[in-house]
C-alpha cells in the first residue's frame, strides 16, 4: 500500500524503519514542526523528521487543520496513515482521506490507558503486563476499533523509557503486520469492549513530585512511571528542586535505618537513605538545578546538607 507515516518523538522511529524495509511504500512523512529547545532556544526537527530526511522521504509539518492540508493529503494518494505518538488531533475530513484510514499504534491494551501517556500511568499504577494495540483511528480519545494487540510483562525495575524502547521495537512489527493484512483483506477491526476503560492523562510537572508519605513501593513506582519525563522530583529543605532518578537496592552486606521519617536523610560514606511510609529507600541518581545528574552519595558529599535536612518539606504554595 501507499502509506503516509505520521509521527514525533523517539519511540515512533522504530515504527517508520519497519514500514520502510517492507513491502509498503512510505510516500511521505507527517511531523510536528521543528520545535525550540535548550537555553538557546534554537530550532530541532522531531527524531522521525530526522529519520525521514535520513531515509530520503518527504516530510510534511504543516498541520492537520492548516489550509491546505486536505488538498495536501489528497494529492498524496494515499491508502492509509499509519500513526504513532504524532501529538495532533486530526479532523475528521482528514480522517476519511485514505481508504484504510488513519490506523494507530498505540502503547497499551485497549481500552486500558486511553491517551497520552499510557505507558507511564500503566507502571505508575502497578500493572504487570502492557502492551500495544493498532486501532482506526476516529474522532473520540483512542476508542477506535481494534486489529491487533501484543503484550508485555513490566519488569520491577522498569522505567517508562525502558519499556517505551521494547513496546517501539516490538509494537513495530504489530503495525507492519497490520498493514499487510489490511493490504490482503485478511482482517477485519473489532469495536473495544466497555469494560477495562481506564485514561492515561499526559503526566504533568506537578504529578511528578513525590510524596514521602506514601508506601515504598508506591513512591518506586511514581519514580520509574516518571522516567525520563517528565521526571521524578522533590525539594530540598532551602525550597530549590531535586530531580530524583530510579532507586538503587542496597548493597549486600550493608545495613539500613530501621526507621526514617518520610523525606528524612540518612547520609553514610557510600549511601543516601530517604525515609518514606514504609522503610527507608536507597537513592540512586539525583539531578540538582543547573547541574548534571551524578551519584546520591557525591551529591550529598558536596551539598553541606545539616543533620536533620527533610527532602520534600516545602509545600506546592511556597515554591
Not at 484510514?101 to 497520552?116: D, E, K, M, Y
Amino acid at each position: 500500500m501507499r502509506l503516509l507515516f505520521a509521527g514525533t518523538p523517539d519511540v515512533a522511529v522504530p515504527a517508520l524503519r519497519a514500514l520502510v524495509d517492507s513491502d509498503h511504500e512510505v510516500v511521505a512523512v507527517l511531523t510536528r514542526a521543528d520545535a525550540r529547545k535548550g537555553r538557546g532556544r534554537q530550532l530541532f526537527p522531531s527524531p522521525v523528521k530526522e529519520a525521514a530526511l535520513e531515509l530520503g522521504i518527504p516530510v510534511i509539518t504543516e498541520r492537520p487543520r492548516s489550509e491546505g492540508f486536505v488538498q495536501m493529503l489528497s494529492d498524496l494518494d494515499v491508502e492509509c496513515a499509519a500513526v504513532v505518538a504524532y501529538g495532533e488531533i486530526l479532523p475528521r475530513e482528514v480522517l476519511d482521506i485514505p481508504t484504510h484510514g488513519w490506523i494507530n499504534l498505540h502503547f497499551s491494551v485497549l481500552p486500558a490507558w486511553r491517551g497520552a501517556a499510557p505507558v507511564q500511568r500503566a507502571i505508575i499504577a502497578g500493572d504487570a503486563v502492557t502492551g500495544a494495540s493498532t486501532f482506526r483511528i476516529e474522532e473520540g480519545l483512542d476508542t477506535g476499533p481494534v486489529y491487533g494487540m501484543m503484550t508485555e510483562t513490566i519488569r520491577p525495575r522498569d522505567t517508562s523509557g525502558d519499556l517505551l524502547g521494547r513496546l517501539s521495537e516490538s509494537g513495530s512489527a504489530l503495525l507492519v503486520g497490520t498493514m499487510d493484512a489490511i493490504a490482503q483483506g485478511t482482517i477485519s477491526p473489532i469495536p473495544q469492549g466497555i469494560d477495562g476503560i481506564s485514561l492515561a492523562p499526559k503526566l504533568l510537572t506537578e504529578d511528578a513530585r513525590i510524596d514521602w508519605t506514601r508506601p515504598p513501593h508506591i513512591v518506586d513506582r511514581t519514580v520509574r512511571g516518571c522516567t525520563p519525563d517528565p521526571g521524578a522530583w522533590t525539594t530540598l529543605p532551602d525550597g530549590s528542586r531535586l530531580g530524583i532518578g530510579p532507586f538503587a537496592t542496597l548493597p549486600r552486606g550493608a545495613e539500613a535505618p530501621e526507621a526514617l521519617a518520610p523525606g528524612a536523610l540518612h547520609v553514610t560514606k557510600k549511601l543516601v537513605f530517604v525515609g518514606t511510609g514504609g522503610a527507608p529507600v536507597v537513592l540512586g541518581e539525583v539531578t540538582p538545578v543547573g547541574k548534571k545528574t551524578m551519584n546520591a552519595a557525591d551529591w550529598a558529599r558536596g551539598a553541606r546538607l545539616e543533620a536533620e535536612a527533610v527532602l520534600g518539606a516545602t509545600t506546592a504554595g511556597e515554591l
